[in-house]
């Protein structure tokens, strides 16, 4: 009998792509606001009501991931809605978010994605696979440890230098977490920083924008879980850019579980890191 696989070695690009495609179908047989608003009356690991959809989703993820498991691989699932599922090794984590940007999902806006990260350790630092897929504009944005980013199946075009307006402010920066209460603490703050700034309302997209260059900076204005943007801080830094969680030593030491540590800061150089590192947010860790 052959050897198990290890589990960075599985095909989770082909279980994300059965995944999204399920997810896809899913959207299209509910497109109004009225039929994706229902509620299953129940709230998710992360704290959040969920939905018939967001329920659906990780159904769709967790099939794949049951499917990977009977063939062999050991992990633990890590998932907003049922919280950690131990698959046999707690070592190797598999972080999920089915649909982030459920809010604009079930309000019918276009930005909302699959967001699926594997790591062989604990935090942000050991994410070795990451995988985002934007239901609006259809893109497929994965990456692997050390080897780049592709962008539909094909390696990202060497992006640009990040842009400044007259005063030396990046050109956009992309917020998230935008309470209005949060934009109004942040602002003064953010205008010396951004001529622009942009909230999609999805943590997995907009980082992704970064990735491209897109937008020049990003930052999340409360602590962000890790399901929202373990994916795609590597699809960031594998595109050469730089991503910061300021609540820990380590830039990188947010831990993969749960709970919203700390919020998160990304842009194409240090000195925009250290610029946005300014702006006021919730940095302290719990």
Same mark, same amino acid.
């Given at each position: 009998?052959?050897?198990?696989?290890?589990?960075?070695?599985?095909?989770?690009?082909?279980?994300?792509?059965?995944?999204?495609?399920?997810?896809?179908?899913?959207?299209?047989?509910?497109?109004?606001?009225?039929?994706?608003?229902?509620?299953?009356?129940?709230?998710?690991?992360?704290?959040?009501?969920?939905?018939?959809?967001?329920?659906?989703?990780?159904?769709?993820?967790?099939?794949?991931?049951?499917?990977?498991?009977?063939?062999?691989?050991?992990?633990?699932?890590?998932?907003?809605?049922? $919280?950690?599922?131990?698959?046999?090794?707690?070592?190797?984590?598999?972080?999920?978010?089915?649909?982030?940007?459920?809010?604009?999902?079930?309000?019918?806006?276009?930005?909302?994605?699959?967001?699926?990260?594997? *790591?062989? $350790?604990?935090?942000?630092?050991?994410?070795?696979?990451?995988?985002?897929?934007?239901?609006?504009?259809?893109?497929?944005?994965?990456?692997?440890?050390?080897?780049?980013?592709?962008?539909?199946?094909? @390696?990202? #075009?060497? #992006?640009?230098?990040?842009?400044?307006?007259?005063?030396?402010?990046?050109?956009?920066?992309?917020?998230? &977490?935008?309470? #209005?209460?949060?934009?109004?603490?942040?602002?003064?703050?953010?205008?010396?920083?951004?001529?622009?700034?942009?909230?999609?309302?999805?943590?997995?997209? *907009?980082?992704?924008?970064?990735?491209?260059?897109?937008?020049?900076?990003?930052?999340?204005?409360?602590?962000?879980?890790?399901?929202?943007?373990?994916?795609?801080?590597?699809?960031?830094?594998? &595109?050469?850019?730089?991503?910061?969680?300021?609540?820990?030593?380590?830039?990188? $030491?947010?831990?993969?579980?749960?709970?919203?540590?700390?919020?998160?800061?990304?842009?194409?150089? @240090?000195? *925009?890191?250290?610029?946005?590192?300014?702006? @006021?947010?919730?940095?302290?860790?719990?």
């Amino acid at each position: 009998m052959p050897a198990a696989p290890h589990a960075l070695e599985a095909d989770w690009l082909g279980a994300c792509r059965i995944a999204t495609g399920e997810l896809r179908q899913l959207l299209h047989d509910r497109p109004t606001t009225a039929e994706r608003i229902e509620e299953t009356g129940a709230r998710g690991e992360g704290g959040d009501r969920t939905l018939v959809i967001d329920q659906r989703a990780e159904d769709a993820v967790f099939a794949q991931l049951e499917r990977l498991h009977d063939e062999g691989v050991r992990f633990m699932a890590v998932s907003e809605e049922r $919280g950690e599922v131990d698959f046999g090794d707690g070592a190797v984590r598999v972080v999920i978010d089915p649909l982030d940007g459920s809010l604009n999902a079930k309000r019918g806006l276009p930005a909302h994605a699959l967001s699926i990260a594997v *790591a062989d $350790g604990p935090t942000m630092a050991d994410v070795a696979f990451g995988y985002v897929h934007d239901f609006g504009t259809g893109e497929e944005w994965t990456a692997r440890r050390e080897e780049g980013v592709l962008l539909d199946g094909r @390696p990202l #075009p060497e #992006p640009p230098g990040e842009r400044r307006d007259d005063e030396g402010r990046l050109e956009i920066v992309a917020i998230e &977490s935008a309470d #209005p209460r949060w934009i109004a603490r942040a602002a003064t703050d953010l205008g010396e920083v951004a001529h622009r700034f942009r909230a999609l309302g999805t943590v997995a997209v *907009a980082l992704c924008q970064l990735a491209a260059t897109r937008v020049d900076g990003f930052v999340t204005l409360w602590r962000t879980r890790a399901v929202d943007v373990a994916a795609a801080q590597l699809i960031v830094r594998e &595109s050469g850019a730089l991503v910061a969680f300021p609540a820990f030593d380590e830039p990188l $030491g947010a831990p993969l579980d749960l709970h919203p540590h700390s919020p998160v800061i990304a842009a194409r150089t @240090p000195e *925009a890191l250290e610029r946005l590192r300014a702006v @006021p947010m919730e940095v302290h860790a719990r």
